[in-house]
């Protein structure tokens, strides 16, 4: 953890969204030191899912140490803003710092997307940010600090961060896109800057998004109050960066990430946003000309020429940053259901796909194959239609020895699967019926979650291989219905990985 240095005492932080998660944490970072927070945030009652209010925020911040000023600020109602910023003024004599934190996320395609949230995001996002940083500012420009602090992302223009969620990217990219220009229309006089986590943090949002037990894939909030907490140290000629969390805590010395994970060791949710995966990149890539980005933490306004397509992996090149995830073209072109990864002088009798990241998994699925003569009793009342005997059906064979009661009571939920390829069709896996079902064909009750995808994709994701949040930001996995229970699916994955 970043030890507090004493820096902020006596400072104005001004954080909208401030009553929980994010905002909350680096209100009580600047409050240790002895700073004055004012709470820009909408609850004002105890909500039975969202815990915190601006009043439960501000106990919190003067027993830490600050003095507090909770404000009913909906960033969409500009005179709201306008109030809030004139009682920070009456009180504290100022604004030092604006942290502009809320936000509104629907990760919904075009089509599935209506336009009232449509307008909210960009309304919250984008238009909120420019408001409260338009009423700050003239105060901002008086203080010997003079930061704003955007929680938005890197300009990242590949095509893949809008395919799948066009209208979220465009509102938070109209955050980040706040910092491009206000970095230099008030150069020398307000730092503006991003900052984004490399993963996901575990707030209220990422538990609505993702269900009971995906705080374990997650960090906490404590590395973004850190981080921006770095930030706020730095002089006003510390302008224009699209900043990474883990990126500034390493020249500030920390080494040891895992104080800052849920469950210290456990595999991580990557962020949006970041190139930083190349089985969810690098393909996408190859089928789109190279695009100018914003580079992360050393901003150019130049257009960048193609060879420097990621600059905001310099520090960890893709090809380092998770090996196993990289595209094996070769071995797709020619399948194989083998353990060992050299050349096979005897050819199998049917070519299946190659899962080299689970070699239990992958002994399983050959033993299966090879008493393809002599199927066992269980098949006919798994698969009720006529066995292909392919990758798929092999896979489901094994998924369905993978369920228990408990996996059923944990996950509630029906998932169907419309595989496209070689021993593609319709398949599903019933979560909801005691011990669980699969089988191929349609579920007999309604479908929670409906994803389309590749069978060679699929097999990868159930193998390990893929996980299944890169397959959806890369488009290789589609989503229709409740994408709570869809993301719900990467921890029944990883626990049945962890049986196979």
């Not at 066992?376 to 798929?392: E, I, N, R, T």
């Amino acid at each position: 953890m970043l030890p507090n240095t004493g820096k902020l005492a006596g400072c104005t932080v001004f954080i909208t969204g401030a009553s929980r998660g994010i905002g909350k944490a680096i209100a009580l970072k600047a409050a240790k030191d002895g700073a004055n927070i004012v709470i820009a945030a909408k609850t004002t009652q105890r909500h039975p899912k969202l815990l915190g209010t601006i009043y439960t925020a501000a106990e919190e911040i003067e027993a830490a140490g600050g003095k507090a000023l909770p404000c009913v600020v909906d960033v969409r109602d500009e005179q709201q803003i306008n109030s809030a910023v004139e009682k920070a003024v009456e009180r504290f004599g100022g604004i030092d710092i604006l942290v502009n934190n809320a936000s509104a996320i629907s990760l919904t395609n075009t089509l599935e997307t209506p336009t009232k949230r449509v307008d909210l995001m960009m309304n919250v996002n984008t238009r909120g940010t420019y408001l409260t940083s338009k009423a700050c500012i003239p105060f901002l420009k008086k203080s010997k600090v003079a930061h704003i602090l955007n929680l938005s992302p890197p300009l990242n223009l590949n095509p893949l961060w809008f395919k799948q969620h066009c209208a979220y990217t465009i509102a938070k990219y109209g955050m980040s896109m706040c910092v491009l220009g206000m970095a230099e229309e008030f150069r020398g006089e307000i730092a503006v800057n991003a900052l984004w986590p490399r993963t996901a943090i575990h707030t209220a949002a990422m538990d609505m998004l993702g269900g009971s037990g995906v705080e374990s894939q997650c960090r906490k909030v404590d590395i973004i109050a850190d981080a921006a907490y770095s930030i706020f140290k730095r002089p006003k000629s510390f302008t224009g960066n699209f900043i990474i969390d883990e990126n500034i805590l390493k020249e500030e010395g920390i080494k040891n990430f895992d104080v800052y994970a849920i469950t210290p060791g456990h595999p991580l949710l990557p962020d949006f946003f970041l190139d930083e995966h190349p089985d969810a990149v690098t393909e996408e890539k190859e089928s789109n000309d190279p695009v100018p980005e914003v580079k992360e933490e050393k901003l150019q306004l130049q257009e960048q020429p193609p060879h420097q397509e990621q600059p905001q992996q310099q520090e960890q090149p893709q090809q380092q940053e998770q090996p196993q995830l990289q595209v094996q073209p070769q071995q797709q072109e020619q399948p194989q259901l083998q353990v060992q990864p050299q050349k096979q002088e005897q050819p199998q009798p049917q070519p299946q796909p190659q899962l080299q990241e689970q070699p239990q998994l992958q002994e399983q699925l050959q033993q299966r194959t090879q008493q393809r003569t002599q199927p066992p009793p269980l098949v006919q009342s798994m698969l009720p239609l006529k066995p292909h005997f392919g990758a798929v059906e092999e896979t489901f064979r094994i998924v369905k020895d993978s369920l228990s009661d408990d996996v059923v009571r944990a996950t509630q939920a029906v998932y169907q699967f419309e595989l496209s390829g070689e021993d593609g069709g319709t398949w599903f896996l019933d979560l909801k019926s005691r011990g669980g079902k699969v089988g191929h064909g349609e579920p007999s009750d309604r479908a929670d979650v409906v994803m389309s995808m590749a069978t060679e994709d699929f097999v990868k994701m159930f193998s390990g291989k893929l996980k299944p949040t890169m397959a959806f930001m890369s488009g290789k996995l589609k989503i229709k219905g409740n994408l709570a229970l869809a993301i719900k699916l990467e921890k029944l994955m990883t626990h049945m990985n962890s049986r196979l």
